[in-house]
């Protein structure tokens, strides 16, 4: 197997071409900092939760930093993060003054015995944990909050597959470790100017993300609804204990959930267990950037 690898996304759906260049220096940056903690020998964990952290940190993005508010404008965030050595994971929604949920998420796995909090709950959790709370208006970027005070309908009611003024732009990594260590992490404020409350795949163990040893590990993205009904994470996961390679089983996930929904609009970034990256979507575009050794590369389309 390949000593180590990681794959990052920064959401599947539709945006115009020219914003594709403000993308590649995160999502470059973010493969970077968990490349260097995988060529140091560190932990699949540690990798994808720095390059997830990096990811939440980066306006560019609808996770942490720079989200839109839902329809009562608040943001709401969600996220996952699962270990593939111990099959045991961490997720929150609904937080709504943490910078970055999957470092919440991550504390709920290893410092709680529990695997989900949400709403003010898990806001109360990560203050115990010594995770600094906000002001949730710091969460929500300028151009968001002015559609919300104008309440601009082509951004409060999008069409599916439609290039919107907001796109889904759900953060994730997976990565394999050189001990074998698979692990997954997907990070969102769900669709813009969302029903206060509504949860979508990303924080759901089998929908927006799963991982494995002996498998593989999947991040998800896209219409979240969808992704929920057919537990997609753990069906390319099955797929993967089946004997497909990560790029195999992120094609037959995505050809799946579009035998079963018009228009599914998802993707997926996948490792498997012998060190293999894959993506997959059936949206127009999906911002992806990996590495299994020392070059970086990114796309923008599967």
């Known amino acids: 197997m390949k000593n180590y690898g990681i794959i990052v996304h920064g959401g599947a759906w539709d945006w115009p071409d020219e914003l594709d260049a403000q993308k590649i220096p995160d999502l470059t940056h973010a493969v970077t900092l968990g490349r260097d903690i995988l060529a140091r020998g560190g932990s699949a964990l540690d990798a994808i939760e720095q390059a997830v952290n990096h990811l939440e940190d980066a306006p560019t993005f609808e996770a942490g930093t720079g989200v839109p508010p839902n ?6 965030l969600d996220a996952l993060i699962v270990d593939g050595k111990t099959h045991d994971f961490g997720s929150v929604a609904a937080v709504e003054r ?3 949920p999957i470092t919440l998420a991550r504390k709920v796995m290893e410092e709680t015995a529990h695997c989900m909090f949400v709403g ?25 909050w ?8 082509s951004v ?29 992490a997907t990070s969102t404020s769900g669709s813009p100017f969302k029903p206060a409350g509504r949860v979508g795949d990303a924080p759901l163990l089998g929908s927006g993300g799963f ?14 609804e969808n992704i929920m009904r057919l537990l997609l994470a753990k069906y390319a996961s099955d797929k993967m204990a089946e004997g497909m390679t990560a790029q195999q089983a992120a094609d037959a996930a995505v050809a799946y959930i579009g035998s079963v929904y018009p228009n599914p609009m998802t993707g997926m970034i996948i490792v498997d267990s012998h060190g293999n990256l894959g993506f997959a979507s059936s949206t127009p575009k999906i911002a992806v950037a990996w590495t299994d050794g020392d070059s970086i590369k990114t796309a923008f389309r599967a």
């Open 71 to 76: 329809r009562n404008g608040v943001a709401q």
């Open 98 to 100: 943490v910078k970055n």
């Open 120 to 144: 003010a709950g898990a806001d109360e959790l990560a203050r115990e944990l010594g995770i600094p709370l906000i002001p949730n208006i710091e969460l929500v970027d300028e151009k968001s």
């Open 146 to 153: 002015r559609a919300f005070v104008e309440r601009d309908e």
């Open 156 to 184: 409060l009611k999008p069409q599916w597959g439609k290039s919107q003024p907001l796109s889904h732009d759900t953060v994730g990594a997976v990565a394999i470790d050189q001990n074998g260590n698979v692990a997954a």
């Open 211 to 224: 991982a494995m040893n002996g498998a593989g590990a999947v991040s998800c993205t896209g219409n979240g």
